[in-house]
């Protein structure tokens, strides 16, 4: 009787273990990470990030180009610039280490996490083609495809990754260490929709303004939760990035 329950309980065991590996494959659409947290840092640490955070986002949202009659570099100078300059202070000024920010390198990520990057990567480019299918033949028909790649494609993906640093990796990390996750979250996010990045939607009128800003909400919570579900800021910044880049890149005038 041993003898015969041997190989079913072998069976078994390889059963569990090829359901685990199937499972890595869908856990993340349900935001079932193998969440592991961040080390953690001191409450001046966090101030400075605020102090950081006001000062970046605050100083691009005042006119001082105009102010000073300088022109404005043109945005392809100006995202990489504050991506850099965003990085490089919450590292340097700040005193946070990039994976306290949820920035960490693909090696250390999960089975979990890889396999749904790879998903989203996949189906946001398949799902955005054919959205934009007609726009980009025309774009890409055009004298100027290649410009248009390179000076409103790539910075716009590379602005989804500079938004995601500023208002999930430094605000909502900091907002949900000091008021829990709940609170740190409905904040930061109401100051991504409200905000200087979305403050032109108020020029609009009423309907259109509030269905704006409501998309805009309801995006920024699902990034959110999908951040503190995961702690992998990469995996957010690049579901916006390729967002970003075909909505702007398409819907832009064709020149």
């Not at 102090?51 to 180009?65: K, M």
């Not at 990057?117 to 934009?132: D, H, S, T, Y």
């Not at 909502?172 to 939607?201: D, K, M």
Request: proline share 5%; with cysteine; aromatic share 12%.
């Amino acid at each position: 009787m041993v003898g015969r329950g041997v190989p079913m309980i072998g069976h078994d065991v390889q059963a569990r273990s090829g359901a685990r590996d199937r499972s890595v494959h869908w856990r993340g659409h349900a935001f079932l990470f193998e969440r592991k947290d961040a080390p953690g840092y001191e409450a001046t640490t966090g101030l400075r990030l605020l102090v950081l955070f006001v000062a970046l986002e605050g100083g691009r949202a005042l006119p001082l180009y105009s102010w000073l009659r300088l022109p404005l570099p043109p945005i392809w100078v100006r995202v990489p610039v504050m991506l850099g300059l965003a990085l490089l202070m919450a590292r340097f000024v700040a005193g946070v280490s990039l994976p306290q920010i949820g920035v960490r390198p693909w090696r250390e990520w999960s089975r979990t996490e890889k396999s749904y990057a790879v998903q989203i990567v996949l189906i946001g480019n398949i799902v955005f083609l054919a959205l934009f299918a007609d726009r980009l033949r025309t774009i890409l028909a055009g004298p100027h495809a290649l410009g248009r790649v390179t000076t409103v494609f790539i910075p716009y993906f590379l602005y989804g990754f500079y938004q995601e640093v500023m208002y999930r990796g430094i605000l909502q990390t900091e907002l949900v260490r000091r008021w829990g996750a709940a609170c740190g979250i409905l904040v930061s996010n109401a100051l991504y929709t409200f905000g200087p990045l979305h403050s032109g939607y108020f020029s609009r009128g009423a309907p259109a303004a509030l269905a704006l800003f409501a998309g805009v909400f309801a995006i920024g919570l699902t990034f959110a939760v999908l951040f503190r579900r995961s702690g992998n800021l990469l995996i957010v910044a690049v579901m916006h990035a390729i967002g970003n880049s075909y909505i702007v890149g398409s819907l832009g005038p064709v020149s």
